[in-house]
Protein backbone atom coordinates (compact mmCIF):
# COMPACT_ATOMS: atom_id res chain seq x y z
CA UNK A 1 0.00 0.00 0.00
CA UNK A 2 0.87 3.38 -0.52
CA UNK A 3 0.22 5.14 2.73
CA UNK A 4 2.52 1.98 4.33
CA UNK A 5 5.52 3.01 2.62
CA UNK A 6 4.71 6.56 3.30
CA UNK A 7 4.57 5.89 6.64
CA UNK A 8 7.62 3.69 6.93
CA UNK A 9 9.64 6.74 5.56
CA UNK A 10 8.24 9.19 7.83
CA UNK A 11 9.55 7.24 10.56
CA UNK A 12 13.16 7.05 9.11
CA UNK A 13 12.62 10.85 8.49
CA UNK A 14 11.38 11.55 12.15
CA UNK A 15 13.59 9.50 13.59
CA UNK A 16 16.40 11.97 12.76
CA UNK A 17 15.45 14.56 15.09
CA UNK A 18 12.64 13.10 17.56
CA UNK A 19 13.78 10.63 20.37
CA UNK A 20 11.58 9.12 22.98
CA UNK A 21 8.55 10.06 21.74
CA UNK A 22 7.47 7.05 19.07
CA UNK A 23 4.35 6.55 20.22
CA UNK A 24 3.20 10.22 20.53
CA UNK A 25 4.64 10.97 16.94
CA UNK A 26 2.31 7.98 15.78
CA UNK A 27 -0.52 9.27 17.22
CA UNK A 28 0.16 12.71 15.77
CA UNK A 29 0.32 11.30 12.22
CA UNK A 30 -2.59 8.77 12.67
CA UNK A 31 -4.74 12.13 13.19
CA UNK A 32 -3.04 13.61 10.09
CA UNK A 33 -4.56 10.91 7.74
CA UNK A 34 -7.57 10.49 9.34
CA UNK A 35 -8.45 14.39 9.34
CA UNK A 36 -8.67 14.99 12.59
CA UNK A 37 -6.93 17.61 15.30
CA UNK A 38 -4.72 16.66 18.14
CA UNK A 39 -4.59 18.10 22.06
CA UNK A 40 -1.43 17.34 23.25
CA UNK A 41 -0.56 17.69 27.07
CA UNK A 42 2.49 17.37 28.80
CA UNK A 43 4.92 19.76 30.56
CA UNK A 44 7.21 21.78 28.70
CA UNK A 45 10.10 20.52 27.28
CA UNK A 46 8.99 17.12 25.93
CA UNK A 47 9.56 17.79 21.71
CA UNK A 48 5.75 18.72 21.48
CA UNK A 49 6.84 22.29 19.30
CA UNK A 50 9.16 19.69 17.48
CA UNK A 51 7.02 17.39 16.42
CA UNK A 52 4.80 19.65 15.08
CA UNK A 53 7.37 21.47 13.07
CA UNK A 54 8.50 18.33 12.25
CA UNK A 55 5.27 16.74 10.51
CA UNK A 56 4.88 20.34 8.97
CA UNK A 57 8.30 19.60 7.17
CA UNK A 58 7.60 16.25 6.33
CA UNK A 59 4.58 16.57 4.79
CA UNK A 60 5.94 20.07 2.97
CA UNK A 61 2.81 21.81 4.79
CA UNK A 62 2.54 25.69 6.09
CA UNK A 63 3.55 25.85 9.93
CA UNK A 64 2.59 28.51 12.13
CA UNK A 65 2.48 28.98 16.04
CA UNK A 66 0.10 30.78 18.02
CA UNK A 67 1.28 31.30 21.67
CA UNK A 68 -2.26 31.80 23.48
CA UNK A 69 -2.36 34.10 26.29
CA UNK A 70 -5.34 35.63 28.27
CA UNK A 71 -5.41 38.84 26.23
CA UNK A 72 -5.36 37.47 22.85
CA UNK A 73 -8.67 38.14 20.80
CA UNK A 74 -10.42 35.75 17.65
CA UNK A 75 -9.30 38.46 15.29
CA UNK A 76 -5.42 37.60 16.59
CA UNK A 77 -6.18 34.03 15.30
CA UNK A 78 -8.75 34.51 12.40
CA UNK A 79 -7.62 37.75 11.05
CA UNK A 80 -9.84 41.11 10.17
CA UNK A 81 -11.00 42.91 7.59
CA UNK A 82 -8.54 46.23 7.48
CA UNK A 83 -9.22 49.52 5.89
CA UNK A 84 -7.08 50.94 2.87
CA UNK A 85 -6.79 54.49 2.75
CA UNK A 86 -4.93 54.51 -1.06
CA UNK A 87 -7.94 52.72 -2.06
CA UNK A 88 -10.89 53.39 -0.12
CA UNK A 89 -11.68 49.62 0.44
CA UNK A 90 -11.53 46.98 2.92
CA UNK A 91 -9.19 44.02 2.31
CA UNK A 92 -8.85 40.83 4.44
CA UNK A 93 -5.88 40.10 6.84
CA UNK A 94 -5.76 36.81 7.16
CA UNK A 95 -4.66 35.31 11.00
CA UNK A 96 -2.35 32.63 11.45
CA UNK A 97 -5.27 30.35 11.00
CA UNK A 98 -4.82 30.40 7.58
CA UNK A 99 -2.29 27.80 7.47
CA UNK A 100 -2.37 23.79 6.81
CA UNK A 101 -0.48 22.71 10.49
CA UNK A 102 -1.41 25.25 13.29
CA UNK A 103 0.21 24.47 16.81
CA UNK A 104 -1.58 26.15 19.24
CA UNK A 105 0.60 26.55 22.12
CA UNK A 106 -1.07 26.71 25.98
CA UNK A 107 -4.46 26.83 24.34
CA UNK A 108 -5.88 26.79 28.00
CA UNK A 109 -4.67 30.47 28.38
CA UNK A 110 -6.57 32.18 26.26
CA UNK A 111 -10.25 33.07 27.58
CA UNK A 112 -13.72 30.81 26.24
CA UNK A 113 -14.14 33.58 23.34
CA UNK A 114 -10.53 33.12 22.11
CA UNK A 115 -11.13 29.21 22.62
CA UNK A 116 -14.17 29.03 20.64
CA UNK A 117 -12.42 30.98 17.78
CA UNK A 118 -10.92 27.67 16.53
CA UNK A 119 -14.29 25.87 16.98
CA UNK A 120 -15.54 26.29 13.15
CA UNK A 121 -12.50 26.13 12.17
CA UNK A 122 -12.00 22.93 13.11
CA UNK A 123 -15.15 21.50 12.23
CA UNK A 124 -15.98 22.97 9.23
CA UNK A 125 -12.61 23.65 7.88
CA UNK A 126 -13.49 27.56 7.60
CA UNK A 127 -13.97 30.59 9.20
CA UNK A 128 -16.40 33.49 9.11
CA UNK A 129 -14.88 37.06 9.16
CA UNK A 130 -17.49 39.97 9.15
CA UNK A 131 -20.04 37.53 8.27
CA UNK A 132 -17.79 36.69 5.03
CA UNK A 133 -17.29 32.88 4.87
CA UNK A 134 -13.46 31.90 4.06
CA UNK A 135 -12.04 28.51 3.46
CA UNK A 136 -9.27 27.41 4.94
CA UNK A 137 -6.38 25.05 2.94
CA UNK A 138 -6.13 21.29 2.70
CA UNK A 139 -4.97 19.56 4.80
CA UNK A 140 -6.31 22.00 7.92
CA UNK A 141 -4.52 20.48 11.31
CA UNK A 142 -4.85 21.90 14.90
CA UNK A 143 -2.43 20.70 17.29
CA UNK A 144 -2.89 22.50 20.51
CA UNK A 145 -1.09 21.98 23.59
CA UNK A 146 -1.85 22.08 27.01
CA UNK A 147 0.33 21.96 30.94
CA UNK A 148 -1.34 19.27 32.59
CA UNK A 149 0.32 20.63 36.29
CA UNK A 150 0.07 24.59 36.06
CA UNK A 151 -3.62 25.97 36.67
CA UNK A 152 -3.18 29.57 36.97
CA UNK A 153 -4.35 31.96 34.94
CA UNK A 154 -5.70 29.04 32.66
CA UNK A 155 -9.44 28.48 31.56
CA UNK A 156 -10.56 24.84 31.32
CA UNK A 157 -11.46 23.95 27.46
CA UNK A 158 -14.72 23.55 27.09
CA UNK A 159 -16.69 20.24 26.65
CA UNK A 160 -17.72 21.07 23.05
CA UNK A 161 -14.41 21.60 21.96
CA UNK A 162 -12.49 18.88 23.42
CA UNK A 163 -14.80 16.37 21.42
CA UNK A 164 -13.80 18.73 18.55
CA UNK A 165 -10.15 16.58 19.05
CA UNK A 166 -9.76 12.98 17.48
CA UNK A 167 -7.13 12.13 19.94
CA UNK A 168 -5.32 13.62 23.47
CA UNK A 169 -2.01 12.51 23.24
CA UNK A 170 0.02 12.53 26.67
CA UNK A 171 3.74 13.46 26.30
CA UNK A 172 5.29 12.08 28.80
CA UNK A 173 8.87 12.40 30.02
CA UNK A 174 11.69 10.38 27.75
CA UNK A 175 13.40 6.57 29.00
CA UNK A 176 16.09 7.82 30.44
CA UNK A 177 18.52 6.70 27.50
CA UNK A 178 16.50 8.39 25.39
CA UNK A 179 17.54 11.32 26.94
CA UNK A 180 20.82 10.85 26.84
CA UNK A 181 20.25 10.54 23.07
CA UNK A 182 19.03 13.99 22.93
CA UNK A 183 21.89 15.17 25.23
CA UNK A 184 24.30 13.60 23.05
CA UNK A 185 22.83 15.26 19.67
CA UNK A 186 22.70 18.94 21.15
CA UNK A 187 26.61 18.40 21.87
CA UNK A 188 27.13 17.13 18.16
CA UNK A 189 25.30 20.25 17.01
CA UNK A 190 21.45 19.27 16.88
CA UNK A 191 19.22 22.83 16.04
CA UNK A 192 15.88 22.06 16.78
CA UNK A 193 15.14 25.32 14.75
CA UNK A 194 16.67 24.54 11.89
CA UNK A 195 15.40 21.06 10.33
CA UNK A 196 16.87 21.25 7.25
CA UNK A 197 20.51 21.37 8.26
CA UNK A 198 19.45 18.28 10.54
CA UNK A 199 18.95 16.40 7.04
CA UNK A 200 15.33 16.32 7.93
CA UNK A 201 13.98 15.55 4.35
CA UNK A 202 10.36 15.88 2.93
CA UNK A 203 9.07 12.75 2.30
CA UNK A 204 5.35 13.92 0.83
CA UNK A 205 3.30 16.93 -0.34
CA UNK A 206 -0.22 17.67 1.12
CA UNK A 207 -1.43 16.64 -2.94
CA UNK A 208 -0.47 13.24 -1.77
CA UNK A 209 -1.83 12.97 1.32
CA UNK A 210 -5.37 12.78 -0.60
CA UNK A 211 -4.11 9.67 -2.04
CA UNK A 212 -3.91 7.82 1.01
CA UNK A 213 -6.95 9.12 2.34
CA UNK A 214 -8.23 7.71 -0.62
CA UNK A 215 -6.53 3.79 0.59
CA UNK A 216 -7.64 4.60 4.15
CA UNK A 217 -11.17 4.88 3.17
CA UNK A 218 -11.27 1.57 1.07
CA UNK A 219 -10.23 -0.33 4.14
CA UNK A 220 -12.43 -2.80 5.04
CA UNK A 221 -14.59 -3.24 8.68
CA UNK A 222 -16.31 -6.26 9.05
CA UNK A 223 -19.88 -5.90 11.04
CA UNK A 224 -17.97 -7.40 14.19
CA UNK A 225 -15.77 -4.89 14.85
CA UNK A 226 -18.51 -2.14 14.13
CA UNK A 227 -20.23 -3.67 16.72
CA UNK A 228 -16.73 -3.70 19.23
CA UNK A 229 -16.48 0.59 18.56
CA UNK A 230 -19.89 0.44 19.27
CA UNK A 231 -20.04 -2.06 22.69
CA UNK A 232 -16.46 0.08 24.01
CA UNK A 233 -19.35 3.90 23.53
CA UNK A 234 -22.59 2.06 25.53
CA UNK A 235 -20.09 0.15 28.39
CA UNK A 236 -18.69 3.48 28.80
CA UNK A 237 -22.07 4.98 28.85
CA UNK A 238 -22.79 2.48 31.60
CA UNK A 239 -19.39 2.78 33.56
CA UNK A 240 -20.02 3.07 37.17
CA UNK A 241 -16.69 4.98 37.37
CA UNK A 242 -18.30 7.62 34.50
CA UNK A 243 -20.52 10.63 35.25
CA UNK A 244 -19.81 10.67 31.27
CA UNK A 245 -19.05 8.30 28.82
CA UNK A 246 -18.10 8.59 24.77
CA UNK A 247 -20.52 10.09 22.59
CA UNK A 248 -21.70 8.85 18.68
CA UNK A 249 -18.58 11.15 17.35
CA UNK A 250 -16.12 9.27 19.82
CA UNK A 251 -17.21 6.11 18.14
CA UNK A 252 -17.14 7.65 14.72
CA UNK A 253 -13.66 8.82 15.48
CA UNK A 254 -12.21 5.84 17.19
CA UNK A 255 -13.78 3.47 13.97
CA UNK A 256 -11.94 5.94 11.40
CA UNK A 257 -8.51 6.64 13.03
CA UNK A 258 -8.72 2.17 13.14
CA UNK A 259 -9.19 2.25 9.29
CA UNK A 260 -6.16 4.76 9.51
CA UNK A 261 -3.52 2.71 11.51
CA UNK A 262 -4.38 -0.49 10.48
CA UNK A 263 -3.29 1.11 6.96
CA UNK A 264 -0.33 2.32 8.17
CA UNK A 265 0.51 -1.18 9.50
CA UNK A 266 0.28 -2.29 5.75
CA UNK A 267 -3.56 -3.73 6.30
CA UNK A 268 -6.19 -3.56 3.93
CA UNK A 269 -8.83 -4.39 7.14
CA UNK A 270 -9.51 -3.44 10.22
CA UNK A 271 -8.07 -5.91 13.64
CA UNK A 272 -9.51 -5.39 17.30
CA UNK A 273 -5.78 -4.51 18.36
CA UNK A 274 -6.26 -1.33 15.93
CA UNK A 275 -9.21 -0.42 18.38
CA UNK A 276 -7.49 -1.42 21.55
CA UNK A 277 -4.65 1.02 19.98
CA UNK A 278 -6.70 3.85 19.72
CA UNK A 279 -9.27 3.95 22.81
CA UNK A 280 -7.42 5.83 25.16
CA UNK A 281 -6.64 8.70 22.97
CA UNK A 282 -10.00 9.19 21.57
CA UNK A 283 -11.86 8.44 24.97
CA UNK A 284 -9.29 10.11 27.55
CA UNK A 285 -10.82 13.74 27.14
CA UNK A 286 -14.37 12.79 26.25
CA UNK A 287 -15.26 10.73 29.70
CA UNK A 288 -15.71 12.37 32.60
CA UNK A 289 -15.27 10.47 35.80
CA UNK A 290 -17.26 10.02 39.35
CA UNK A 291 -15.22 11.67 42.22
CA UNK A 292 -14.92 8.64 43.82
CA UNK A 293 -13.26 6.95 41.33
CA UNK A 294 -10.40 9.74 41.24
CA UNK A 295 -10.41 8.87 45.50
CA UNK A 296 -10.20 6.05 44.30
CA UNK A 297 -6.55 6.93 42.40
CA UNK A 298 -8.00 5.74 38.83
CA UNK A 299 -7.40 8.46 36.10
CA UNK A 300 -9.25 8.31 32.28
CA UNK A 301 -6.91 5.88 30.95
CA UNK A 302 -6.99 3.37 33.43
CA UNK A 303 -11.06 3.69 33.01
CA UNK A 304 -10.83 2.66 29.56
CA UNK A 305 -8.78 -0.35 30.36
CA UNK A 306 -11.85 -1.47 32.46
CA UNK A 307 -14.05 -0.80 29.98
CA UNK A 308 -11.85 -2.84 27.06
CA UNK A 309 -11.45 -5.49 29.75
CA UNK A 310 -15.34 -6.13 30.11
CA UNK A 311 -15.88 -5.50 26.43
CA UNK A 312 -16.08 -9.15 24.46
CA UNK A 313 -13.50 -9.10 21.61
CA UNK A 314 -14.65 -10.29 18.51
CA UNK A 315 -13.11 -13.33 16.84
Do not use: W
Not at 15 to 44: N, R, S
Not at 57 to 80: E, K, N
Not at 219 to 246: C, F, H, K, W
Amino acid sequence: MFINEIYSRIQTEAAKVIVGQDEAFEQIVVALFTGGHVLLEGVPGTAKTLMAKTLAHLIDARFRRVQFTPDLMPSDIVGTQVFDVATSRFHLRRGPIFTQILLGDEVNRAPAKTQSALLEAMEERQVTIEGERHLLPEPFMVLATQNPVEYEGTYPLPEAQLDRFLFKVLIDYPPAEAETEVLRRYHGGFDAHDLVTAGLERVITPADIARCRAEISAVTVEPGIMNYVTQIAVASRRSPDLILGGSPRASIYLLLASKTYAALQGRSFVIPDDVKALAAPVYRHRIILKPEAEIEGLDADAVVRRILAKVEVPR
